[in-house]
């Protein structure tokens, strides 16, 4: 396929685009620039040079007529684990790996999937995410020797997550923020429900909601990572997932301390 120098900047910012959508959805560094050279060489491209890290991107194309083009992109955007549009952007690099369509029409598809997920906001986008969240809060307030009582009550803290999670979560400049103000907020409000209702307990309804914020597969990713070659994308979603662990657990001791002040 022969293209334009138009198409060859517009194929290099989608490839961008692409590459950024697919860290923040959580897909391994590996399977990043995999994808993003397979399309670069779909449509005619000599030798594709793709590096990527949790926090930036770049790439390099290099044509048969002997030029080439660079450019670099700074992700502070914060990541997080979207299956859904993982798959709609899997599905789009293997037709596009079989079948490249024009570069222009490539663009249009990519910038589709990133309106799409921009609009699918508010509680009857996420549906799923609510239901899930609040099966397995519940689920895991009465693993760890909670009673009825505390699974429900878990599940319904588990609602104030999601809703901060869709709400103030954009607001925050990094996950270690976010983390903090959530963990403090909720942990804040069951101290309280708990002194304020006998017979709840506070420990099983906090390990319940405590689970749908610890990064456990921010921390598997890392590993993940690692093993696959990609060490120092690896060690820097190592020392996220760290870092978010110390911020929830900041907020959740900052929480109990103030209710303990407060109430008892």
């Known amino acids: 396929m022969i293209l334009t120098e138009k198409d060859r900047n517009n194929l290099i910012h989608s490839l961008l685009l692409m590459g950024e959508a697919l860290t923040q959805c959580g897909a391994e560094i590996f399977r990043v620039e995999d ?16 590096f ?12 048969a007529d ?7 992109r700074r ?13 709609s952007i899997n599905e789009l690099s293997r037709e596009i790996c079989l079948n490249p369509v024009p570069v222009a029409e490539f663009a249009e598809r990519m910038d589709a999937i990133l309106r799409r997920k921009a ?59 976010f983390e903090f103000i959530c963990s403090f907020a909720v942990f804040l409000l069951i101290g309280v429900t708990c002194r304020l209702v006998p017979g709840l307990a506070q420990d099983k309804i906090m ?10 597969v921010a921390f598997t990713n890392s590993i993940r990572d690692i093993l696959l070659g ?20 900041a907020g959740a001791i900052a929480a109990m301390w103030l209710v303990a002040g407060i109430v008892g």
């Open 35 to 50: 994808t993003l050279n397979r399309i670069g060489y779909a449509y005619g491209v000599k030798e594709m040079n793709v």
């Open 52 to 63: 990527v890290i949790t926090s930036g991107m770049v790439i390099t194309m290099d044509y």
């Open 66 to 72: 002997g030029s080439s083009i660079t450019e670099t």
């Open 75 to 87: 992700m502070r955007g914060i990541t997080g684990n979207d299956f859904e549009e993982l798959e």
């Open 119 to 177: 609009q699918a906001k508010g509680f009857k986008a996420a549906r799923g995410v609510i239901a899930g969240s609040a099966l397995a809060a519940g689920a895991f307030a009465l693993f760890f020797g909670g009673d009825v009582a505390d699974g429900i009550a878990a599940a319904i803290f588990s609602l104030l997550i999601v809703w901060m999670q869709m709400k103030v979560a954009p607001a925050c400049m990094t996950r270690e923020v």
């Open 207 to 216: 390990i319940g909601d405590i689970m749908l914020l610890v990064p456990g």
């Open 230 to 249: 990609d060490t120092l994308s690896g060690i820097l979603r190592f020392i996220e997932a760290m870092l978010l662990t110390g911020a929830l657990a």
